[in-house]
Each structure stands twice: as structure tokens, then as C-alpha cells.
């Protein structure tokens, strides 16, 4: 009993399926990669729709969001672990019209909010143009902006990947990071939203998680919840990192994370880190 409590790591509230052209495998398989990676839950956030034919190479046709809610839910009656019905809706200027009562209509469990885009800069891609590695600070001025407006909206549940342009350029300083991060950070706190610890950073060239941990701890100041997530882009990556992740989270001050349905949150305690050689140190209650 005290292993199988110990070994379990928050929920994956990020991971995404073939729909979005750059990700590989079901729903279902994403589930069925959980119990392996000692997750107890996950949710799929495949990247959403647009009417507009915003980024549409890196997203499933609105067409196609019919059958992403019938993978999502064979993977809810097949899977060994609950899957969640998420979504990673763009935030960008005028989405909001399209989105709000898009969202509205179906029923998620929780909405990721990310900016993948300002006007010029874009991801997974190059950076578009140079001018945004002549001048980082712009980027870093505008993404947070950017991120303030997402908050405001109040369409979406958890930032994703909140320092997502350190993928492509240097963090600033951190004076200037915060500086520039504060009155973002106030704004998702007066949302009551989250922000998530998400893992992909430590694969790609930052080699740490979204966000760095000063932001991380500016966060948890500002009284903002946190989540967990791989951003699992193949069923192999489901809880990558999380480990790592868990520790940056109680090195912030965090004791929490939130766990989400039908878009109402409760704050449940964070797993104790997994003991070492727990067989050896917990007397064995032998039951026979
Ligand atoms: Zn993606
Ligand atoms: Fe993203
Ligand atoms: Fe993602
Ligand atoms: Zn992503």
C-alpha cells in the first residue's frame, strides 16, 4: 500500500494526439501510457480549433473536433487511468470572438491557455524573421502583454508553458523578468487561474521546465495554483520529468496542485517525493 501511494506523481494535464499533425497516437494510448509513468490521471489538450485559419498546419481542422471528442472519449471507457476532455486554445488578438462561446458550448474539463504567437514569432517553427533575435526584449515585452490579455479573457483555466520564448531566445535578467512577468503574473492571479510546470522544456534548448523557477516562485507569491504537464507529444512521453517538476515545485513553496473537472478546481495535496529504498526502511506488514 505505502509503495503504490508513494510512486504515484501528480496528474499529466498536457498532452496532445495525431489531430494536430505534429503529435503521434490516440487519446486512448496516451492513457494507456499512464500507469507505466506512475500518473494517476491525465487529460487530453490537443491543440484547438480555429475559424480562421490561425496556425491551421499545427491544429485539427474544426471539422475534425467531432472526432476528437469520440477518441477522447474511448479513451475514457478504455483507458487504465480517467482521461479529462481538455483543450490548448491560442490565445491571440480577436480570438475571442470564435472562441468564447466555442468554448462555452462543449463540455471541457479544463482549457489551456497558451501563446504560441505574437505578430511575428511563431512556434514550433524559426522564429519568423530576425528582428526578434535582434531584439529579445521586445519579444519578452510583448509575450507578456500577451499573456496579461489571455488572463483577462477569462476564457481559460492554466497558462501553459508560461516562458515559452526562452525555447528561442535568452531569458532576460531577472530583474527585467520581473519587471516585465509581475503584472502578467497579477493579472492570471486575479483570474484565479493556474499556471502549469510543464516538462517539454527540459527536452528542448532551455533544458529546464516552463517557467524557470524565479517565475515559479513569483507565482506561488502572487497565490497561483499550479499544474503538471508533459506536453506529451508521443504516448511515450506521458509524466516525463515529473519528478523533476515535483521538486521545482516544493522548492517554490508549493504543498498543492490543482486537479480540475468540468472546469472546477480543488487544491489536493502534492505526493510525497518517492522514498529511497522504501522496502528497506518501512517495516513489511506481512498479511499472509
Ligand atoms: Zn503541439
Ligand atoms: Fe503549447
Ligand atoms: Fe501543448
Ligand atoms: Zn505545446
Not at 458550448?105 to 497558451?114: A, I, K, Q, T, Y
Not at 526578434?132 to 489571455?150: K, T
Not at 480543488?266 to 517495516?283: F, G, Q, W, Y
Request: with cysteine; proline share 9%.
Amino acid at each position: 500500500m505505502t509503495d503504490v501511494f508513494h510512486q504515484v506523481l501528480p496528474p499529466d494535464y498536457h498532452t496532445h494526439n495525431h489531430l494536430c499533425k505534429h503529435a503521434e497516437g490516440e487519446p486512448i494510448e496516451y492513457g494507456r501510457a499512464a500507469p507505466a509513468a506512475r500518473v494517476p490521471h491525465i487529460a487530453a489538450t490537443d491543440h484547438c480549433p480555429t475559424d480562421d485559419r490561425y496556425g491551421s498546419d499545427h491544429r485539427m481542422a474544426l471539422e475534425q473536433f467531432d472526432s476528437y471528442l469520440t477518441s477522447v472519449a474511448e479513451a475514457r471507457a478504455g483507458s487504465p487511468v480517467p482521461v479529462l476532455l481538455g483543450i490548448e486554445a491560442d490565445y491571440y488578438r480577436g480570438c475571442e470572438r470564435f472562441l468564447g462561446p466555442w468554448i462555452e458550448r462543449h463540455p471541457f474539463d479544463l482549457v489551456l491557455g497558451s501563446v504560441h504567437f505574437l505578430n511575428f514569432w511563431g512556434h514550433p517553427v524559426e522564429p519568423r524573421g530576425l528582428s526578434d533575435r535582434r531584439d529579445p526584449d521586445v519579444i519578452w515585452m510583448l509575450y507578456f502583454q500577451r499573456v496579461g490579455e489571455l488572463a483577462d479573457t477569462r476564457l481559460y483555466d492554466i497558462v501553459a508553458h508560461l516562458d515559452l520564448p526562452k525555447r528561442f531566445i535568452s531569458l532576460p535578467p531577472e530583474s527585467r523578468l520581473r519587471e516585465l512577468a509581475l503584472p502578467a503574473l497579477d493579472r492570471i492571479a486575479a483570474a484565479g487561474m493556474a499556471i502549469e510546470i510543464n516538462t517539454a522544456g527540459l527536452r528542448h534548448a532551455p533544458r529546464e521546465c516552463y517557467p524557470t523557477f524565479a517565475l515559479l516562485r513569483w507565482a506561488r507569491q502572487c497565490g497561483i495554483g499550479i499544474t503538471f504537464g508533459s506536453d506529451a507529444h508521443q504516448p511515450a512521453r506521458v509524466g516525463d520529468g515529473f519528478d523533476t517538476a515535483l521538486r521545482l515545485a516544493r522548492a517554490a513553496g508549493y504543498t498543492t496542485s490543482r486537479h480540475y473537472v468540468r472546469r472546477a478546481w480543488s487544491e489536493i495535496p502534492l505526493p510525497e517525493p518517492a522514498p529511497i529504498h522504501a522496502r528497506d526502511t518501512v517495516p513489511s506488514l506481512n498479511l499472509g
